[in-house]
Protein backbone atom coordinates (compact mmCIF):
# COMPACT_ATOMS: atom_id res chain seq x y z
CA UNK A 1 0.00 0.00 0.00
CA UNK A 2 1.66 3.57 -0.65
CA UNK A 3 1.94 6.02 1.71
CA UNK A 4 0.54 9.57 1.55
CA UNK A 5 4.09 11.44 0.74
CA UNK A 6 4.14 8.33 -1.62
CA UNK A 7 1.27 9.24 -3.42
CA UNK A 8 2.02 13.20 -3.55
CA UNK A 9 5.59 12.98 -5.07
CA UNK A 10 3.34 10.26 -7.44
CA UNK A 11 1.52 13.14 -7.95
CA UNK A 12 4.22 15.63 -8.39
CA UNK A 13 6.29 13.77 -10.11
CA UNK A 14 3.30 13.49 -12.83
CA UNK A 15 2.42 17.10 -13.06
CA UNK A 16 5.99 17.73 -14.20
CA UNK A 17 6.28 15.10 -16.95
CA UNK A 18 3.08 16.32 -18.12
CA UNK A 19 4.38 20.18 -18.00
CA UNK A 20 7.69 18.97 -19.08
CA UNK A 21 6.04 17.70 -22.75
CA UNK A 22 4.13 20.67 -23.71
CA UNK A 23 7.02 23.40 -22.71
CA UNK A 24 7.96 23.31 -26.62
CA UNK A 25 4.55 23.75 -27.13
CA UNK A 26 4.41 27.15 -25.00
CA UNK A 27 7.52 28.17 -26.86
CA UNK A 28 6.00 28.02 -30.13
CA UNK A 29 2.67 29.65 -29.61
CA UNK A 30 4.38 32.12 -27.10
CA UNK A 31 3.22 35.53 -29.36
CA UNK A 32 -0.09 34.13 -29.72
CA UNK A 33 0.06 33.44 -25.85
CA UNK A 34 1.51 36.58 -25.02
CA UNK A 35 -0.10 39.05 -27.20
CA UNK A 36 -3.57 38.17 -25.56
CA UNK A 37 -1.77 38.04 -22.05
CA UNK A 38 0.92 40.61 -21.19
CA UNK A 39 -1.73 43.09 -20.25
CA UNK A 40 -1.48 40.49 -17.32
CA UNK A 41 1.76 41.28 -16.44
CA UNK A 42 1.57 44.21 -16.34
CA UNK A 43 -1.61 44.96 -14.39
CA UNK A 44 0.09 41.95 -11.86
CA UNK A 45 2.91 44.19 -11.59
CA UNK A 46 1.38 47.51 -10.88
CA UNK A 47 -1.54 45.79 -8.40
CA UNK A 48 1.64 44.90 -6.34
CA UNK A 49 3.35 48.40 -6.78
CA UNK A 50 6.43 46.89 -7.82
CA UNK A 51 9.77 50.10 -8.02
CA UNK A 52 13.04 49.84 -9.52
CA UNK A 53 15.19 47.51 -6.45
CA UNK A 54 12.77 45.69 -5.25
CA UNK A 55 13.29 41.52 -4.30
CA UNK A 56 10.48 39.47 -5.75
CA UNK A 57 9.69 35.91 -6.35
CA UNK A 58 7.88 34.44 -9.55
CA UNK A 59 5.99 30.97 -8.59
CA UNK A 60 5.30 28.89 -11.37
CA UNK A 61 6.78 30.93 -14.25
CA UNK A 62 6.63 28.38 -17.10
CA UNK A 63 8.26 29.90 -19.91
CA UNK A 64 9.26 33.44 -17.95
CA UNK A 65 5.75 35.03 -17.18
CA UNK A 66 5.76 37.25 -15.16
CA UNK A 67 9.49 37.07 -14.34
CA UNK A 68 10.42 38.33 -17.51
CA UNK A 69 8.23 41.77 -17.34
CA UNK A 70 8.87 42.18 -13.63
CA UNK A 71 12.64 41.88 -14.22
CA UNK A 72 12.35 45.09 -16.63
CA UNK A 73 10.60 46.91 -13.78
CA UNK A 74 13.24 46.34 -10.34
CA UNK A 75 15.87 47.31 -13.19
CA UNK A 76 19.28 46.14 -12.62
CA UNK A 77 19.68 47.16 -8.78
CA UNK A 78 16.33 44.71 -7.79
CA UNK A 79 16.44 40.73 -8.26
CA UNK A 80 13.85 38.11 -9.41
CA UNK A 81 13.86 34.85 -8.66
CA UNK A 82 11.89 32.38 -10.98
CA UNK A 83 10.24 28.98 -10.15
CA UNK A 84 8.85 26.05 -11.78
CA UNK A 85 8.49 22.12 -11.36
CA UNK A 86 9.06 22.00 -15.00
CA UNK A 87 12.88 22.16 -16.28
CA UNK A 88 12.13 22.35 -19.68
CA UNK A 89 10.02 25.48 -18.81
CA UNK A 90 12.86 26.89 -17.30
CA UNK A 91 14.91 26.23 -19.79
CA UNK A 92 13.46 28.23 -21.98
CA UNK A 93 12.88 31.18 -19.73
CA UNK A 94 16.44 30.91 -19.12
CA UNK A 95 17.12 31.28 -22.87
CA UNK A 96 14.45 34.07 -23.09
CA UNK A 97 16.23 35.83 -20.21
CA UNK A 98 18.96 35.79 -21.84
CA UNK A 99 18.57 36.55 -25.31
CA UNK A 100 16.66 40.14 -23.72
CA UNK A 101 19.82 40.43 -21.83
CA UNK A 102 18.27 40.31 -18.24
CA UNK A 103 20.95 39.40 -16.05
CA UNK A 104 18.78 40.11 -12.76
CA UNK A 105 16.86 36.87 -12.77
CA UNK A 106 17.94 33.37 -11.09
CA UNK A 107 15.94 30.39 -12.18
CA UNK A 108 15.68 27.21 -9.92
CA UNK A 109 13.67 24.22 -10.38
CA UNK A 110 11.34 23.76 -7.72
CA UNK A 111 7.75 22.29 -6.62
CA UNK A 112 5.87 25.41 -4.83
CA UNK A 113 4.86 23.43 -2.11
CA UNK A 114 8.02 22.63 -0.86
CA UNK A 115 9.76 26.20 -1.41
CA UNK A 116 11.42 26.94 1.78
CA UNK A 117 12.77 31.19 1.46
CA UNK A 118 13.05 32.43 5.31
CA UNK A 119 11.01 34.67 6.41
CA UNK A 120 10.60 38.36 4.62
CA UNK A 121 13.13 37.44 1.21
CA UNK A 122 10.61 39.30 -0.79
CA UNK A 123 9.46 42.19 -1.34
CA UNK A 124 6.72 40.92 -3.75
CA UNK A 125 5.71 37.21 -4.96
CA UNK A 126 4.06 36.68 -8.14
CA UNK A 127 2.06 33.41 -9.55
CA UNK A 128 0.43 34.16 -12.73
CA UNK A 129 -2.04 30.82 -13.49
CA UNK A 130 -0.67 28.55 -11.32
CA UNK A 131 -1.87 28.40 -7.63
CA UNK A 132 -4.86 26.93 -7.56
CA UNK A 133 -3.91 24.29 -9.73
CA UNK A 134 -2.04 23.10 -6.65
CA UNK A 135 -3.58 20.79 -4.42
CA UNK A 136 -2.41 22.40 -1.24
CA UNK A 137 -2.69 25.99 -2.07
CA UNK A 138 -4.31 27.31 1.16
CA UNK A 139 -0.95 26.56 3.02
CA UNK A 140 0.95 27.77 -0.42
CA UNK A 141 -0.59 31.46 0.75
CA UNK A 142 0.32 31.19 4.21
CA UNK A 143 4.03 30.30 3.25
CA UNK A 144 4.22 33.43 0.85
CA UNK A 145 2.66 35.72 3.10
CA UNK A 146 5.41 34.71 5.60
CA UNK A 147 8.21 35.03 3.17
CA UNK A 148 7.33 38.90 2.24
CA UNK A 149 8.33 41.85 3.64
CA UNK A 150 6.29 44.03 5.68
CA UNK A 151 3.74 45.45 3.81
CA UNK A 152 4.87 43.27 0.85
CA UNK A 153 2.33 42.20 -1.92
CA UNK A 154 1.62 39.07 -3.17
CA UNK A 155 0.03 39.25 -6.81
CA UNK A 156 -2.03 36.81 -8.48
CA UNK A 157 -4.07 35.59 -11.38
CA UNK A 158 -6.82 32.40 -11.54
CA UNK A 159 -9.28 31.67 -14.07
CA UNK A 160 -12.86 32.52 -14.03
CA UNK A 161 -15.59 30.43 -13.62
CA UNK A 162 -17.05 31.50 -16.60
CA UNK A 163 -14.38 31.06 -18.16
CA UNK A 164 -15.15 27.49 -18.52
CA UNK A 165 -16.21 27.68 -22.60
CA UNK A 166 -17.36 24.16 -23.68
CA UNK A 167 -14.28 23.64 -25.43
CA UNK A 168 -12.23 21.65 -22.58
CA UNK A 169 -15.52 19.23 -22.18
CA UNK A 170 -15.25 18.78 -25.78
CA UNK A 171 -11.48 17.37 -25.82
CA UNK A 172 -12.48 15.01 -23.10
CA UNK A 173 -15.65 13.90 -25.00
CA UNK A 174 -14.00 13.26 -28.32
CA UNK A 175 -11.40 11.52 -26.11
CA UNK A 176 -13.63 9.00 -25.00
CA UNK A 177 -14.97 8.28 -28.67
CA UNK A 178 -11.89 8.09 -30.64
CA UNK A 179 -10.13 6.05 -27.61
CA UNK A 180 -12.90 3.88 -26.56
CA UNK A 181 -11.67 4.50 -23.04
CA UNK A 182 -12.55 6.71 -20.18
CA UNK A 183 -9.86 9.42 -20.38
CA UNK A 184 -7.30 9.80 -17.45
CA UNK A 185 -8.18 12.12 -14.49
CA UNK A 186 -7.30 15.62 -15.94
CA UNK A 187 -4.67 17.09 -14.35
CA UNK A 188 -3.83 20.14 -13.39
CA UNK A 189 -7.65 20.68 -13.10
CA UNK A 190 -8.72 23.08 -15.55
CA UNK A 191 -10.72 24.87 -13.12
CA UNK A 192 -11.11 28.02 -11.33
CA UNK A 193 -11.45 27.60 -7.23
CA UNK A 194 -13.97 26.18 -5.39
CA UNK A 195 -13.95 29.31 -3.13
CA UNK A 196 -13.32 32.45 -3.97
CA UNK A 197 -9.18 33.25 -3.75
CA UNK A 198 -10.23 36.75 -1.87
CA UNK A 199 -11.60 34.45 1.23
CA UNK A 200 -8.64 31.70 0.74
CA UNK A 201 -6.30 34.78 0.76
CA UNK A 202 -7.59 36.80 3.83
CA UNK A 203 -7.79 33.52 5.48
CA UNK A 204 -3.91 33.13 5.12
CA UNK A 205 -3.04 36.55 6.36
CA UNK A 206 -3.32 39.04 3.37
CA UNK A 207 -4.92 42.24 4.30
CA UNK A 208 -6.26 44.72 1.55
CA UNK A 209 -7.27 41.64 -0.62
CA UNK A 210 -8.40 43.46 -4.24
CA UNK A 211 -9.76 41.72 -6.76
CA UNK A 212 -10.63 42.75 -10.67
CA UNK A 213 -11.55 40.83 -13.92
CA UNK A 214 -9.68 41.12 -16.95
CA UNK A 215 -10.27 39.37 -20.54
CA UNK A 216 -7.23 37.59 -22.26
CA UNK A 217 -7.90 36.67 -26.23
CA UNK A 218 -6.19 34.42 -28.56
CA UNK A 219 -6.50 34.70 -31.63
CA UNK A 220 -5.73 32.13 -34.23
CA UNK A 221 -5.95 32.17 -38.15
CA UNK A 222 -7.95 29.10 -38.41
CA UNK A 223 -9.93 26.44 -36.36
CA UNK A 224 -7.02 23.92 -37.37
CA UNK A 225 -4.61 26.43 -36.12
CA UNK A 226 -6.50 26.66 -32.39
CA UNK A 227 -6.50 22.42 -32.53
CA UNK A 228 -2.89 22.41 -33.00
CA UNK A 229 -2.54 24.98 -30.18
CA UNK A 230 -4.09 22.98 -27.57
CA UNK A 231 -2.70 20.10 -28.27
CA UNK A 232 0.84 21.32 -28.40
CA UNK A 233 -0.06 23.62 -24.88
CA UNK A 234 -2.42 21.87 -23.24
CA UNK A 235 -1.22 19.16 -20.45
CA UNK A 236 -4.40 17.88 -20.30
CA UNK A 237 -4.52 17.51 -24.26
CA UNK A 238 -1.18 15.84 -24.05
CA UNK A 239 -2.02 13.63 -21.45
CA UNK A 240 -4.70 12.06 -23.58
CA UNK A 241 -2.57 11.75 -26.46
CA UNK A 242 0.78 10.48 -24.86
CA UNK A 243 0.31 6.85 -25.53
CA UNK A 244 -1.97 6.79 -28.73
CA UNK A 245 -0.39 5.90 -31.98
CA UNK A 246 0.05 8.74 -34.32
CA UNK A 247 -3.22 7.75 -36.46
CA UNK A 248 -5.29 7.64 -33.14
CA UNK A 249 -3.88 11.27 -32.35
CA UNK A 250 -4.55 12.21 -36.09
CA UNK A 251 -7.72 11.08 -36.06
CA UNK A 252 -8.38 12.70 -32.64
CA UNK A 253 -7.22 16.21 -34.01
CA UNK A 254 -9.29 15.48 -37.13
CA UNK A 255 -12.28 15.18 -34.85
CA UNK A 256 -11.86 18.10 -32.69
CA UNK A 257 -11.61 20.45 -35.89
CA UNK A 258 -15.07 19.32 -36.76
CA UNK A 259 -16.02 19.77 -33.57
CA UNK A 260 -14.86 23.56 -32.87
CA UNK A 261 -15.59 24.68 -36.06
CA UNK A 262 -18.84 25.70 -35.07
CA UNK A 263 -17.11 28.52 -32.94
CA UNK A 264 -15.13 29.61 -35.58
CA UNK A 265 -15.87 33.32 -36.94
CA UNK A 266 -17.29 33.68 -40.30
CA UNK A 267 -13.97 34.26 -41.94
CA UNK A 268 -12.57 30.91 -40.69
CA UNK A 269 -10.60 32.86 -37.81
CA UNK A 270 -10.96 31.68 -34.13
CA UNK A 271 -11.38 33.86 -31.30
CA UNK A 272 -11.15 32.68 -27.90
CA UNK A 273 -12.15 35.02 -24.78
CA UNK A 274 -11.42 34.25 -21.35
CA UNK A 275 -11.60 35.91 -18.52
CA UNK A 276 -9.25 35.87 -15.77
CA UNK A 277 -9.35 36.91 -11.97
CA UNK A 278 -6.76 38.75 -10.71
CA UNK A 279 -5.89 39.38 -7.39
CA UNK A 280 -3.50 41.12 -4.96
CA UNK A 281 -3.10 41.20 -1.16
CA UNK A 282 -0.84 43.01 1.54
CA UNK A 283 1.42 41.36 4.11
C1 LIG B 1 -0.46 27.56 -16.91
S1 LIG B 1 1.29 27.49 -16.72
C2 LIG B 1 1.63 29.18 -16.30
C3 LIG B 1 3.05 29.57 -16.54
C4 LIG B 1 3.37 31.07 -16.41
N1 LIG B 1 3.18 31.55 -15.05
C5 LIG B 1 2.55 31.89 -17.37
O1 LIG B 1 1.61 32.55 -16.92
O2 LIG B 1 2.85 31.85 -18.58
C6 LIG B 1 1.45 26.65 -15.16
C7 LIG B 1 2.89 26.40 -14.74
O3 LIG B 1 2.85 25.83 -13.43
C8 LIG B 1 3.94 24.91 -13.32
N2 LIG B 1 3.65 23.99 -12.21
C9 LIG B 1 2.73 23.01 -12.15
N3 LIG B 1 2.77 22.40 -10.95
C10 LIG B 1 3.74 23.00 -10.23
C11 LIG B 1 4.27 22.82 -8.93
N4 LIG B 1 3.79 21.89 -8.13
N5 LIG B 1 5.28 23.63 -8.54
C12 LIG B 1 5.78 24.58 -9.37
N6 LIG B 1 5.33 24.80 -10.60
C13 LIG B 1 4.32 24.03 -11.04
C14 LIG B 1 3.98 24.25 -14.68
O4 LIG B 1 5.22 23.62 -14.94
C15 LIG B 1 3.67 25.42 -15.61
O5 LIG B 1 4.86 26.02 -16.05
Given at each position: MKTGSTDAKHDVERQRQQWDRVAAGWEKWWRTIEDGAQHVNDRLIDLADVAPGKRVLDIA????EPALSVARRVGPAGRVVATDISKQMLDIARIRASTSGLTNIAFIEADAERLDFP????DAIFCRW???????HPNLLVKIERMLTPNGSFATSVWD??????LTSITITVAQEVFHSAP???????EAPQDPLEGVMARAGFTDVRTEKLTVALEFASTEAFTQYLVDVSPVVAALLSDQSPMRQAEYQHRLVQEFR??????GSFRIRNVCICAVGRK
Open positions: TGIGDHSFGITSLPDEASRLPPRPEPPPRYAATD
